[in-house]
């Protein structure tokens, strides 16, 4: 099992990202695939997840409107585009596969996570 996250990298502030997540060695469609990131000091937080089976999207309150998820199902892979990124988006993000995500009234959750891959930097300048 392998998901490998890519494309981060130093941007000022306003600025974007794409971040790219290719999976192999599972079955894609079994998992919803989410993005999760750690700033020094601070708990990892999920930021947004997607099921391949049905295009469901979830986003966390904190990048809703500027970020957006999407997936290539023919190539097992999950994008993130960050738009409008602000100095506090700065962490290392990290893809994943999991069982379920939800909304609990308007906040985002999930559970399940089985596969984690390794992390890519972001880094916001001011």
């Known amino acids: 099992v392998q998901l490998q996250a890519s494309g981060g990298g130093l941007v000022q502030a306003g600025g974007s990202l794409r971040l790219s997540c290719a999976a192999s060695?599972?079955?894609?469609?079994?998992?919803?695939i989410g993005w999760f990131r750690q700033a020094p000091g601070k708990e990892r937080e999920g930021v947004s997840c997607?099921?391949?089976?049905?295009?469901?999207?979830y986003y966390a309150g904190s990048v809703k409107g500027r970020f957006t998820i999407s997936s290539d199902n023919a190539k097992n892979t999950v994008y993130l585009q960050m738009n409008s990124l602000k100095p506090e988006d700065t962490a290392v993000y990290y893809c994943?596969?999991?069982?379920?995500?939800?909304?609990?009234?308007?906040?985002?959750?999930?559970?399940?996570?089985?596969?984690w891959g390794k992390g890519t930097q972001v880094t916001v300048s001011s």
């Open positions: 994943a596969a999991l069982l379920h995500c939800y909304y609990s009234g308007s906040y985002y959750s999930y559970y399940g996570i089985d596969y």
């Open positions: 060695g599972f079955t894609f469609d079994d998992y919803k």
């Open positions: 997607i099921s391949s089976s049905d295009e469901r999207t």
